[in-house]
């Protein structure tokens, strides 16, 4: 449901507006209440834009409650931390998102932050019409790619214009609204942490999940999540008990086994390890046989066995 458009305009500091602060984002100020500052905002209760000015390194908290945050830098950098998570840091040309219901320490040095608001329940009903289903304290992944930033980031300008002028009507700010969240559906990874896993971790799950034909590294990983090689390498062993290179090569394992349990025709060991990642044949089935009790070529005859044994008792009609 859209409600009324309105615009804000604060200047002075960051004290004189701190209940104003609270309401829109759940602020909580850190010592830097005499900051000068200059915000406008436009937009209403589904998606809004917000340029902050403001000198001086700002340290507090954020928790929205309703909505997701987009945070884009002009300079300097933005560090927003979890409570059960790592720092991401916000850089020019590097957004980041906070996700609602979930809150942030924050230690900012840039001197001019945009900010988009959008409505969790807006993006969690969006979802649901393309057939996604967002669950209650999700959260969303960092933008992995230059391609997903730079996305996310034309956001403002292709949008700024329209939510800031009063002349736009209902019809208008529910087709803003669906660009917005499609853009987010779209650039982000919906991370479930219901199940226990930081949602570091399991954004790295799902990122690696999709590559695993590629050539990639740790330090890959950790930059796709925007974490350090160091903090990908401890949450991985607090979360799961093993590096994320072993992750990495478990489920690519599991491909090569599925391939060899339904082998097409004209299928090698050899050429399921390659098209998997796996370059060196002897430490490929060495790993193999760990993981699943017998080397690859033992599977792979006998799921031929088996499939010409159900070729030859196959009823004929």
Do not use: K
Not at 54 to 64: A, D, K, P, S, V
Not at 84 to 89: E, H, K, R, S
Not at 194 to 208: M, P, R
Request: proline content about 3%.
């Amino acid at each position: 449901m859209m409600h009324d458009f309105r615009r804000d305009a604060m200047s002075g500091n960051l004290g004189d507006f701190e209940s104003r602060l609270a309401e829109l984002f759940g602020r909580s100020p850190g010592g830097d209440v005499t900051n000068r500052v200059e915000l406008r905002r436009a937009g209403d209760d589904t998606v809004s834009i917000t340029r902050v000015l403001c000198e001086g390194r700002r340290r507090g908290t954020l928790e929205q409650h309703t909505h997701h945050l987009l945070v884009i830098v002009g300079d300097r950098e933005a560090a927003f931390t979890p409570e059960d998570g790592a720092t991401v840091i916000g850089l020019p040309n590097a957004p980041v998102l906070l996700s609602g219901g979930h809150r942030y320490a924050y230690d900012v040095s840039a001197t001019r932050v945009t900010l988009l608001q959008i409505s969790s329940n807006f993006v969690r009903n969006r979802a649901a019409q393309r057939g996604v289903v967002i669950g209650i304290g999700a959260v969303f992944s960092q933008p992995a790619t230059d391609t997903d930033r730079l996305s996310l980031m034309s956001l403002v300008p292709e949008l700024g214009a329209e939510i800031a002028s009063a002349d736009t009507d209902a019809l208008a700010r529910i087709d803003i609204a669906n660009t917005a969240a499609d853009a987010l559906l779209q650039a982000l990874h919906v991370v479930e942490t219901e199940a226990g896993l930081s949602a570091h971790v399991a954004a790295a799950e799902a990122w690696i999940r999709t590559r695993l034909r590629e050539d990639i590294t740790t330090g890959d990983i950790a930059a796709a999540v925007r974490i350090s090689v160091r903090t990908l390498q401890e949450v991985f062993r607090r979360e799961l008990n093993q590096t994320p290179t072993a992750f990495l090569r478990a489920q690519r394992l599991e491909r090569v086994r599925e391939a060899l349990l339904d082998p097409a025709d004209g299928v090698t060991v050899s050429g399921v390890a390659r098209e998997w990642g796996f370059r060196h044949g002897g430490r490929f089935s060495e790993a193999y046989n760990d993981r699943f009790g017998e080397f690859p070529r033992i599977t792979l005859s006998r799921s031929r066995r088996r499939a010409a044994h159900a070729d030859v008792h196959r009823p004929v009609r």
